[in-house]
């Protein structure tokens, strides 16, 4: 490190923390680190402080994303040891959260995969109302009315009541959704795992969705790990 006094300039930056001279300007205009010394030519002058925002920066930004992390970063900095702590801990209780979310999502695809070896015709006593369904799901009635307006999961009507009907295929359908959206996905991600389905390893392909997902928040939790020293010392500075 080339290092004066503990004053280090744009390039030293640059190469220790490995974003781009650029990139730590526009990282400073944006307020991400602090503002840097100007000497009396407008040289910039950073400190070591700097080096470490930006690594704690980086493994923010992988676990939460760049705008989280900015709005974190600059809580970080400004509140009390007690409340940064707090916040930290949120991130790593948000990421234990969504792990156990995934899990479980898989956890209701192998209980549906096992179904699927069953038979597929539908019969009467095997068919439930949106209230049934509701129940069995844990969701609310219009969350399955909002479902099937998406094309997710499409009942049978009765249509002198108009009433919904949901055969074996339906119900298999409706807990694959619940699966995934109580996992954190989005319609249009649902929507592109129901299409696999159709396919011979439909199911399975879903579960390598899931555990593509699980292994992102790994490396999203390693990288908040990485950045722990880092946080550590952006807290405590004066």
Do not use: K
């Amino acid at each position: 490190m080339n290092e004066r006094a503990g004053r280090l300039r744009t390039v030293d930056v640059a190469r220790e923390s490995g974003y781009s001279v650029q990139q730590v300007r526009d990282l400073e205009r944006l307020r991400i680190i602090p503002p840097a010394t100007r000497s009396a030519n407008g040289y910039r002058s950073y400190a070591p402080i700097h080096l470490h925002a930006l690594r704690a920066y980086r493994g923010l930004a992988s676990a939460t994303g760049p705008v989280a992390a900015r709005r974190l970063l600059a809580q970080l900095r400004s509140g009390t040891i007690t409340d940064a702590a707090a916040a930290v801990n949120a991130v790593h209780a948000g990421l234990a959260r969504e792990r156990a979310e995934a899990l479980s999502a898989r956890a209701a695809l192998a209980a549906i995969e096992s179904e699927a070896n069953l038979a597929d015709a539908e019969r009467e006593g095997d068919a439930m109302t949106i209230t049934e369904l509701a129940a069995a799901l844990a969701v609310r009635a219009s969350t399955l009315r909002f479902w099937e307006q998406e094309g997710l999961v499409l009942p049978e009507r009765v249509t002198s009541l108009r009433a919904r009907r949901y055969g074996v295929a339906a119900v298999r359908q409706a807990r694959i959704v619940a699966a995934l959206r109580s996992s954190g996905y989005g319609v249009p991600a649902v929507r592109e795992v129901l299409e696999t389905l159709h396919q011979l390893d439909g199911l399975a392909a879903a579960q390598r969705i899931l555990d593509q997902r699980l292994n992102q928040i790994a490396e999203r939790s390693v990288a908040l790990l990485r950045a722990g020293a880092d946080l550590a010392t952006v807290i405590e500075a004066p």
